[in-house]
């Protein structure tokens, strides 16, 4: 992490897009071309991030749930879902394609029939959901800043300083 590149690394990413290359304009290009043909291709097939948040998806105790008993199989909730996913055949959704949204709950026209819930017994409102995954985030981060690894130890000297050598060999990504 104390590497030239590292104390770069953010700035490395904006000169990837100021200063574009004709690989970054061929990639972001197919990527376009790509979208029109296939919905989310980005999103869902290549995204590393995305990959990493439904693993987290799929590893959470809340799950979207359906209530057969309530269903009055409109299919609404499939139509709705962003992934595509079959919500209105199954009791309950176990994807790491669903990112939570609840898109399918708020189209549902019969009230409770689609909830995110840790249990087919108990309701969890999305908005006190939000607040509590929110309240986490931020305990990490507080916690990260109160235990000094989330604070850059650069100076704004040495950031000019490493910023004016970022076309140094030695600001090349580590893996070349």
């Not at 189209?107 to 607040?131: S, Y």
């Not at 929110?134 to 490493?162: C, M, P, Q, S």
Request: hydrophobic share 45%; aromatic share 10%.
């Amino acid at each position: 992490m104390g590497s030239p590149y590292n104390q770069l690394a953010d700035v490395k990413m904006l000169l990837f897009f100021t200063e574009i290359g004709i690989v970054g304009i061929i990639v972001l290009a197919v990527l376009v071309i790509g979208s029109l043909f296939v919905e989310g291709l980005w999103c869902r097939y290549l995204c590393p991030y995305g990959a990493m948040l439904g693993l987290v998806s799929w590893a959470s105790p809340m799950k979207i749930r359906r209530d057969v008993h309530t269903c009055i199989d409109c299919d609404r909730c499939t139509k709705a879902c962003p992934s595509r996913l079959p919500v209105a055949s199954k009791l309950q959704i176990i994807s790491p394609e669903c990112m939570g949204c609840l898109k399918c709950e708020n189209v549902c026209p019969i009230k409770d029939c689609i909830t995110m819930a840790p249990t087919p017994k108990t309701k969890v409102n999305g908005r006190q959901f939000a607040l509590v995954v929110a309240g986490i985030f931020l305990a990490f981060v507080i916690t990260a800043k109160v235990a000094g690894v989330w604070n850059t130890k650069l100076a704004d000297e040495e950031y000019r300083y490493h910023f004016s050598q970022r076309d140094n060999p030695a600001y090349s990504h580590p893996g070349r």
